[in-house]
């Protein structure tokens, strides 16, 4: 049984800093893709960013592109989002997502996804 689980989310200034971090287990993730999507209240799912697990080919929203970077641990089974620069528009439930196969951007492509953490990011 595939999981994720997500943590690291919190109430930071604008300006500032945090690394999401999502524990996948129940599976070998290395032919998965992994994403990270966000939603806001009033607003669907969004893409946020998205690597493949083995080759690391990464890709990024155009609202998170030159702050954001998805990484991964293949020892820890674990997937990161490291935030900088935090916006209020980024305030949102962040969520973990895995796919079997090449990277992907669409949200209804995701087979597994996680329970989410809330980011907010005060002005």
């Known amino acids: 049984q595939v999981q994720l689980v997500e943590s690291g989310g919190g109430l930071v200034q604008a300006g500032a800093s945090l690394r999401l971090s999502c524990a996948a287990s129940?599976?070998?993730?290395?032919?998965?893709?992994m994403g990270w999507f966000r939603q806001a209240p009033g607003k669907e799912r969004e893409f946020v960013a998205a690597?493949?697990?083995?080759?690391?080919?990464?890709y990024y929203a155009d609202s998170v592109k030159g702050r954001f970077t998805i990484s991964r641990d293949i020892a820890k089974n674990t997937v990161y989002l490291q935030m900088n620069t935090l916006k209020p528009e980024d305030t949102a439930v962040y969520y973990c997502?895995?796919?079997?196969?090449?990277?992907?951007?669409?949200?209804?492509?995701?087979?597994?996804w996680g329970q989410g953490t809330q980011v907010t990011v005060s002005s």
């Open positions: 129940g599976r070998t993730f290395t032919t998965y893709t």
């Open positions: 690597m493949n697990w083995i080759r690391q080919e990464s």
């Open positions: 997502a895995a796919v079997f196969g090449r990277l992907r951007t669409n949200r209804n492509d995701y087979d597994y």
